[in-house]
Structures are given as structure tokens and as C-alpha cells.
């Protein structure tokens, strides 16, 4: 068991200021994911968890224990990163045996636990193989392996999937979730730029803004009622429409935020515009449509689109499905 509480930090490089006021409470075994755009602040909030950042000031505590002034190696915290860094010259065993082999730990322990993670990583196939003659993905797996053979209590992981191609990516994707599944106990907290490993792994996730949070909540939570523009415009891939000024006046709102799944031809629709191009992906198509803003709408439909570029369409939202925002980005009742 092992929760994990961020309490009033503060970080600064210097006398710029880079994460301010993080109040977090993650639950034993949850999973979460931080997301936010470049630059601000999610790995250098893993690493205030993990230690390897000491924090400006406030609290770090993990199962309400103080941790501020404990080392990394102790806090029972594992962390993986972009770049796997496994040593070359060492089988897969090796590398994965080699924190268990500097503790002095049995011969026959050690076996059984690289054993149980390479089972749950399904890496067994590969324990007598170098690293060089591993994919991407199987690095990873690897390095995510030699992380669980310590039995952390919290796992750290800051963009594992970054590096593999999109196959590997969902591969690998699966194979974290399978793990998340095979350790409920242990809490890991993961960030990533993908909107769809953050939507599918997480049990909630963090939205972080200018190394502040902007919403804590579960994937849907998020994804229905966001707290505000940015969130709004920051989960959900394709992004979520924004209308503006007069198109935006009849809903009494500066800014009317819409899904692309959310939006229908229709003749009654409130807006019209023309068709710059749509994109058919065999399952469904994305129309995109000038409405004489700086950026086109997006329209999602299922199956085929036969629009042609140049085609006026009149369109507008499925029922309540939009979200209204007042000039400073804020939610309107
Ligand atoms: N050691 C350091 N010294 C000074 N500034 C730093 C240091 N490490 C990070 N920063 C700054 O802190 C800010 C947050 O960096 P951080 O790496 O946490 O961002 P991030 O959200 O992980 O971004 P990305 O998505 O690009 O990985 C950035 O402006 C970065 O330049
Ligand atoms: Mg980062």
C-alpha cells in the first residue's frame, strides 16, 4: 500500500519559479497521468517525487510518512524514462538482476524475481539475449522490468513510449496496462503527450498549465466537463472546436466549444461555412470546414464523407453536446 501526497510544493530553478502550489492526493494503487503542454513541469514534478529534484518548498509523503529529507533510493520509488540506458554488454537477465545482485540478495531470490518479471513482462523468450538484438519496445519492456524487480512501491514512468513507432506504441501501451493490472497495489503515476495512452491507463489524470494544475478528474470527467478553455482544448484528439464572436452570441457565451463527434449537418443548424477538404479513414472521415475563423472547424462523421471542397454546409451541436466559456475561459452554467 502506498499513497502518495504532494502538498503546497513549490519549485524553482533559480528565481524562476517552475512548479507552483501543487496540491495532489493519489490513492494506493492508483494509476495517473500527467499531461500538459512542453515545458510545463511534468517531469520536473515526477522528479521532486522521486527525489532526484529537491522540491522549493511544501510537503512530499508517501503512506502519510514525510519524505522530503529521505534519498531517492529509499523512498521504495521506481522511475522509467524515454531513453532505457540498459548496459549493453549484459544479457537481459543481467540487466534486470543487476539491482537485485549490488544488494547482496540470494542467488535463487534474485532468479525468482527477474523470473516473475520477464513472466509478467513477457519477456521470458529473451533473458539470455543482448540488448542489441531487442526492438524498441522489448528495450522498454526490459527496462521496465529491471524497475519491478525492487519492488517499488510507487512507479514513476516519464514518457516510456516516446521513442517506438506507433505499432510499438500500442503494443507496448497494452503491455502497461496488463501490468498496471498484475500489480494493483502499486501506484504509478505517467506522463505522457499521447491523448490516447492518457485516456485508456489512466484512472485519473492531471492536467498541469504553466507549472500549475488546471483539473484533476477521471478521463471522462475531463473529456465531458472540462473546468475551463484550456482543458477543454487540451484532452480529446482532434481538438475541440472553438466559436467565437457573433457565431458565439446566440449561446450568450464568448467562446462555444464543440466536438468534432459532436457536430451535425444539418439545415437547422445555427452556423454554416464551406468544405476546405475531408479526410477519409475508412471507418470515419473528418470534414473540415472554413467558417471564416483563423482556424477551420472539424466535423466528424462515420463511415465514407462524400463532401467536396467548395460544398456550403449548414450545421450545428447534437443537443446539449457543447460547452459555453466566458472571456476569461471560464464555464458558464
Ligand atoms: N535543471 C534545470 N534548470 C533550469 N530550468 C529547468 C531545469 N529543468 C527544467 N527546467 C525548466 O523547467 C520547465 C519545466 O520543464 P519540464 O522538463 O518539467 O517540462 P515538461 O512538462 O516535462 O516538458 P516536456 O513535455 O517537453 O517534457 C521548463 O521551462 C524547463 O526549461
Ligand atoms: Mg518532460
Redesign the pocket.
Known sequence: MSSLTVTNLFKS??N?E?LKDINLAIDSGEFVVFV??????????LRCISGLETISSGTLAIDGQEVNDIAPSKRGIAMVFQSYALYPHMTVFDNMAYSLKLQHLPKEDIRAKVNAAAEKLQLTPYLDRHPRTLSGGQRQRVAIGRAIVRDPKVFLFD?PLSNLDAALRVATRLEIARLKASLPQTTMVY?T?DQVEAMTLADRIVV?NAGRIEQVGTPMELYDSPKSLFVAGFIGSPKMNFITGEQAAPFGAHTVGVRAEHLDISDSGPWSGTVIYSENLGSDSFIYIDIGATEPLVLRQNGKSSRTPGEVLRFGPQGQSFHCFDAQGQPLA
Open positions: 530553478y533559480g524562476v517552475i500538459g503542454p512542453s515545458g510545463c513541469g511534468k517531469s520536473t514534478l514518457e506522463v503527450h498541469l
